[in-house]
Structures are given as structure tokens and as C-alpha cells.
């Protein structure tokens, strides 16, 4: 389809495929580039659209048999797609050349257990609760860092917020302060026990959204489902803080406000 009107869409090519499936969160159709299409070909194999010319999509390159186990994922930044293969390890496919996938390194992760998270970096999480980080700069000869985090269970989720200070990983979702070298800060800053959900919002820019959007049911559990805001603009919070409270909230009270900062009195 044309975009120039969304209003008015225009027929441009057609690339024969399924619209939904079951290949990870993207199914059987997923961008790869601003000019790319990964489609699953065959219910097995994945295969590249060259989309230059939307009205002539071209074939590109195939990875076969790479659509038969739980997921896969294109890392934008990095230009890699990954995919599952067999006694949990992840293949890396390096793309810097759109559509035309060159087979790269292959690391341990836990199926879907793999996460982007900073450019350059890809977090892998093991059945054991180990994570480690690896430098894929060179997708070829994927380097281990040594900043490996043992947790108590298996991390099903990574997500980073806004300018990278900070990582939310479940469940239970715990929030985790990074700082400006990649490294997480143990132990983690809090953990959410009662959460339900988090929404972090996409790190699209270093100006995006700097909260969180957390779900959960109370500390009982038997209170209605309730949803509140984590901002994590800290300065903002403690200057708003200062202005409206000028002879400063209880510790306790603190705790139950932002559960994700340090205690500080208002005006210090």
C-alpha cells in the first residue's frame, strides 16, 4: 500500500503471505529495515523482501528452517535478525546488507529469552535465572562481557526505558538501575510484587516518556485492579515535591508514592 494519504490508501505490489501467525510477537509478516520484509515462507523458512520499489518487491535472501521454533527477532540498530535454534541457543543473523542474511555467532538463551539493550548489546536469559550481556557489535564473534546477573528465577522479559538508566525485567517485575557504561546496579531498586502488568513506553528517542505504567491488585490482593504512573524524571518529581509538601512527606509515605526512588526530604 501507498502511505502518502492514510486516509486514501493505494494498491502499490503484493507479497504473498499470511497476515497473522505464530512466530513470536511478529507472526508471519514483520518490517527489517525501512526497506525490508521478513515473511514466514512455507510455515517453516524466513524470507526477505527487498521493498524499495513497493510496487515491485523483490525476493531476497532465505533462512530456512527458521520458522519451526518459538521466535525470532529483527534488532534494528544492530542489523541482526535471531533465531531459535535447537538446546537453547540463538542464532545471529547479520544483515548489514538489507535481504540478504550472512550467518553469524551463535549464543545461549532460553527460547524468547533474548533482549536489545542498548545498541550493540544483547541481554540472554538463561533457564536458570542467569542473564548475560553480549557485545554483538561484530555479529560474526559475538564477545561476553562480564557482567552477568544471577537471579532467583528464569527473566521471561527486558525492557528499557527511555535513555537506558533504567531495566525492567519479570516476573515478579523488578526495576533495575543501569548505568552509563551498560552495567545494572545490584541489587535491583525495587521489586513490584504485586504487579500484574508494566507498560514501559518505546525508547524511541532520549526525549521520550521517562515513566512506567503499572498494573497490579493492591497489597492484599483482593483490591480492585488499579493502574498508577512511575515517573522516573527525578528532579521534576523532587522540585514538585519541594513546592507542594515544603515540610516533607514520611518515609512511609514515600515508600508507598515512588517505591522506585531513593528517600529524600523535599527541599534538601
Not at 7 to 17: C, F, I
Request: glycine share 10%; charged share 25%.
Amino acid at each position: 500500500m501507498g502511505h502518502p494519504d492514510p486516509a486514501n490508501p493505494v494498491r502499490r505490489g503484493t507479497v504473498g503471505v499470511k497476515a497473522s501467525g505464530n512466530l513470536g510477537a511478529g507472526g508471519n509478516l514483520w518490517f527489517a529495515g525501512e526497506r525490508s520484509l521478513a515473511t514466514v515462507e512455507d510455515g517453516r523458512h524466513i524470507r526477505f523482501w527487498d521493498v524499495s520499489d513497493p510496487a515491485r518487491p523483490r525476493k531476497g535472501g532465505r533462512v530456512d528452517d527458521a520458522a519451526t521454533m518459538k521466535g525470532a527477532m529483527y534488532y534494528g540498530s544492530s542489523q541482526l535478525l535471531i533465531t531459535e535454534v535447537t538446546a537453547d541457543n540463538v542464532q545471529l543473523w547479520d544483515l548489514s546488507r538489507p535481504t540478504h542474511p550472512v550467518k553469524a555467532g551463535l549464543l545461549p538463551a532460553a527460547p524468547g529469552g533474548y533482549f536489545p539493550t542498548r545498541k550493540g548489546e544483547l541481554a540472554a536469559a538463561l533457564r536458570d535465572g542467569t542473564v548475560e550481556f553480549w557485545d554483538v557489535t561484530d555479529p560474526a564473534h559475538p564477545r561476553k562481557k562480564r557482567n552477568d546477573l544471577l537471579l532467583d528465577r528464569e527473566v521471561t522479559s527486558i525492557d528499557m526505558t527511555v535513555g537506558g538508566r533504567y531495566a525492567v525485567t519479570s516476573k515478579p517485575y523488578r526495576i533495575w538501575s543501569v548505568g552509563k557504561d551498560g552495567r545494572w546496579s545490584t541489587p535491583e531498586l525495587v521489586t513490584l510484587e504485586n504487579a500484574d502488568a508494566i507498560h514501559v513506553p518505546p525508547a524511541n528517542s532520549p526525549q521520550g516518556p521517562r515513566w512506567l505504567a503499572v498494573t497490579d491488585y493492591g497489597s492484599s490482593g483482593l483490591t480492585a485492579k488499579r493502574t498508577y504512573v512511575l515517573d522516573f524524571d527525578t528532579d521534576r518529581l523532587y522540585e514538585a515535591l519541594c513546592e507542594s509538601y515544603p515540610m516533607s512527606i514520611p518515609e512511609d509515605q514515600w515508600t508507598r508514592l515512588f517505591p522506585h526512588l531513593a528517600y529524600r526530604t523535599s527541599c534538601d
